[in-house]
């Protein structure tokens, strides 16, 4: 690829390779083991499929390319990435991290890394205590923008820069899902690493479990693949097919939701029958600042978060009565999708705790599709009228 290609042309193309047939479209490769033509001499650059396959290094190249970084590495989940980063911190570290980061993560952080002995301090105000949390042995900040599923902004450059003003070992960490490599690249504002669950927008088609991360450090690179091999936590050469597949759309599908996204958010904004809405496009957002200069086109992508009136009986008549959008967890893919964070996402979390981070009984979490934009409106405008009925 030329150093100009734009995103566009990466996505279709990064990563491609041609075999010996000149296939256009990589073949699945599923040998476990590769041929040597004598004692440690493989043929090729492959010897066992954990270590290394083809159809993973496509897809870790494109990631790459995508995520504007030297490396990049993928898993059988983005929980097994997270899982890999933490693995790689020596047995004493602290780590810090925003307060309403994904359940799975905080479930990692609280209940798996600390038995391995690296804790975490949560803070929903990371800019301002940054100073007061970091102790002599806080090796890395994990911060996740926009957040789930209130879509708080973080402003990436101005996290990289206090931390480094306190100590540049300090790796910072950004879980990139809501917003996919499409509408911002963290590691060209000061992030060490950035990761994904790749199971979402990256992917994109809901087919497929699977995580990555991109970095631009080749120690932090050597790190992490070498806990990828020991470790194990690798996808199948059949799902990094499907992921490699689905990334080579992901900007049509991510522009397309983002574009419809801004039409529901300003109609719930309007609508007499909604309390708040969260989305990172209107300009009412709290930290619309830092969305034009961290998002591409100050695009706000594709989930939305809003309350509507009639507490957590609305919610419920809402959520039951659309037509398009599907009741279901998960985000990122083409079809659209709602949930209701209180009772399913975040239901685990105790009240008080979810209601101090904004998600209330009555909160309601979209991920907008690629469907057609007025028939994703029409449904979101019925459901509303009959939840207002209720
Ligand atoms: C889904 C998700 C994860 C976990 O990824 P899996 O692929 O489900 O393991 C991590 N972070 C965010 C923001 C997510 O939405």
Redesign the pocket.
């Known amino acids: 690829m030329s150093p100009s290609d734009k995103f566009a042309t990466l996505a279709v193309h990064a990563g491609e390779h041609t075999d010996v047939h000149g296939s256009v479209i990589e073949p699945i490769s599923l040998s476990t083991t590769f041929k040597q033509s004598s004692p440690a001499n493989p043929i090729g650059v492959y010897e066992y499929s954990r270590s290394q396959n083809p159809n993973r290094d496509n897809l870790e190249n494109a990631i790459a390319a995508l995520e504007k970084a030297q490396y990049g590495l993928a898993f059988s989940?983005?929980?097994a990435a997270?899982s890999v980063i933490m693995q790689s911190l020596p047995q004493g570290s602290h780590a810090v991290s925003i307060g309403d980061v994904?359940g799975?993560?905080h479930r990692y952080f609280t209940k798996v890394a600390n038995t391995h002995g690296v804790e975490t301090t949560f803070t929903n105000n990371l800019l301002e205590e940054l100073p007061n949390l970091v102790k002599d042995n806080t090796r890395l900040v994990w911060i996740?923008s926009p957040t789930?599923p209130t879509l708080k902004v973080t402003d990436i450059q101005a996290v990289s820069n206090a931390i480094k003003k306190i100590n540049k070992d300090i790796l910072l960490v950004v879980?990139n899902?809501?917003l996919s490599p499409y509408l911002s690249n963290p590691l060209t504002f000061g992030a060490d690493i950035v990761v994904h669950?790749a199971?979402?927008y990256i992917n994109g088609h809901s087919d497929v479990?699977?995580?990555v991360l991109a970095t631009n450090s080749k120690d932090i690179y050597e790190r992490l693949q070498f806990l990828q091999n020991a470790i194990g936590a690798i996808p199948s050469p059949f799902d990094a097919w499907l992921t490699h597949r689905g990334l080579k759309t992901l900007h049509l599908r991510v522009k397309q939701a983002s574009v419809t996204a801004q039409k529901i958010a300003e109609f719930l904004s309007a609508s007499k029958h909604v309390e708040a809405v969260n989305y990172p496009g209107l300009k009412t957002h709290p930290n619309h600042a830092v969305v034009q200069r961290q998002h591409r086109d100050a695009l706000g992508g594709g989930m939305i978060s809003f309350r509507v009136k009639g507490g957590a009986a609305a919610a419920a008549k809402f959520s039951s009565t659309t037509r398009l959008f599907t009741l279901a967890e998960s985000?990122g893919g083409i079809e659209s999708l709602l949930e209701v964070p209180a009772v399913m996402t975040h239901g685990g979390i105790p009240k008080e705790s979810r209601e101090a981070s904004g998600v209330y009984d009555n909160l309601i979490r979209l991920s907008v599709g690629i469907e057609d934009t007025e028939d994703l409106l029409e449904d979101i405008k019925q459901a509303l009228e009959a939840a207002a009925e209720n």
């Open positions: 989940s983005g929980s997270t994904y799975g993560t996740e789930n879980d899902t809501f669950s199971t979402k479990v699977l995580g985000l």
